[in-house]
Each structure stands twice: as structure tokens, then as C-alpha cells.
């Protein structure tokens, strides 16, 4: 178990889960990832730039907070300076509003707008009531499936919980060079089957925007008559493939995507 609270997540395919096939799906895996990383981040760039100890990249506030308990509003511009912690440098805007209780703490709401890297948008839209916190140079956050959109074919749901810590690495006016720790697990069913999926301790850096450094996920989906457990491993390479290892064989290595399906 990693060092973060474990925690649960229903996530599905739209239109049900299933034991049929070779292979456990590694789309919700996937979405689960980037959707977590990408909301640690505008938190902690919403965070950091309402504390008014300086200026961070991509990020201007609308409307501070200082007396609290207060409502502000932050917005994030993509470019160079804020890349997707997977995916990498992008476009789009980010609006930030919430309840900021003091300054190292708040309750926000998020809403992406047209957040794309290239021509692949980001799988998360939308977010509400996300708990945020910081602590030095650590932010903190959970949330729960039912309050986070996804774009695509998955959807985030249930009222279960993931744990995503973001490292500012001591510039917290610059969010291109954090580090993320995520945390969780989910379980979701679907007529006669049910998929459990536990995130351990996955690291992302700034130094690879193309899939996490460190950590596994492991997959088992039960039926009626067979349980199948896939276990997905990433690795430091910096290549997009992770090394995945099923109930009927492998390790073999597979590719990632970290943006939506267009």
C-alpha cells in the first residue's frame, strides 16, 4: 500500500463492463491518470498563484481572496510554461472558482475549456467541489468519481475517493517542473462481471510527459465462472509504454494514451 490513503473510484465504460475478450480494458486506467494529474495541477497552480507570493506562469486571478473564508476565481492559460502533466504542452484556458477557507486551503470547482494538445483535446471537462490543501511545497487533493467529467467513452463515477499529492519542488510559480504522486482504486459492476482496479503509488515527472516513471496498476475483473487479473507496470523510460502482465501471459509492452479519443 502506498504511503497516500488508498481509496476507491467507480469508474466504467459507458454502456457497462464485461469479462468477455483477452485482455482487461486499459482505457479507465488510463483516463483515471490523466484526469487525476490534471486536476492536481490546477489546483495547485489555483493555490498557489491566490497566495499572493508571487507571479505563476499561466495563471491570473480574476477575483482574489484574502478575507476568509472568501470565493476567488484563478484562470489558467495553457502554453509552454504549464504542460499537461501527461500529454505535455498545450492550449485552452481553465477557470478556478471555489471557497478558499484560508490560503493554503479550499473547496473549487474547475472547468476546461478547450484544453488540447495538438489535435487531442484532455479527457477531463469539468470538476466540482474538489478538497485542496498545501503544506510547504506540497498540495494535496481528493476527489470523488461523481464529481469529475470525463470526455469520451469513460465516465468517472460513484462516491469514492482518489488521492493526488503534486511536489512544486520548491517554485510554486512554476508548475513545469512538479512532480505527482496518485493513489486509489476502483471498483465497478456491470451485469454479471465486476473490475477492481487499484493504483499504487504512480509517479509522473517533468521530465516524461508521455506516461508515469514509477508504480503499477492491477486490473482483475471477475465473472460467473473466471477471474482474470492484469497488472501494469511503469517504468522509467520515457517512451509511452508501460509493461503489462495478464493472467494468460507477458510482461509484454503496450502503448499509452493519456488524451481523449477523437
Known sequence: MGKLQWATIGLCLVGGCGIAGGNNDL????VSLASAATLGQAAQIALSAMSGSGSVQCANVVTSCADYPCEGEVQITYGAGCPLPLGGEAIGTTTVTGTWMSG???SLDFTFTDVRVGDRGAVVASATTIDASRNGQITTIEFTGSRAVARG????????VWDVMIDDMGTPDDPSDDSYTI???N???GGVSATVISVDMVVLTAECRANPVA???RITESGLTNIRTDTLTFHAACDGMAELETTLGGPDPVELDFLDEE
Not at 27 to 30: A, D, L, S
Request: glycine share 16%; hydrophobic share 40%.
Open 27 to 30: 482505457r479507465p486506467t488510463e
Open 104 to 106: 493554503e486551503e479550499a
Open 153 to 160: 467513452g469513460v465516465a468517472l463515477a460513484g462516491a469514492t
Open 183 to 185: 493513489d486509489g482504486s
Open 187 to 189: 471498483t465497478a459492476a
Open 215 to 217: 508504480g503499477e496498476v
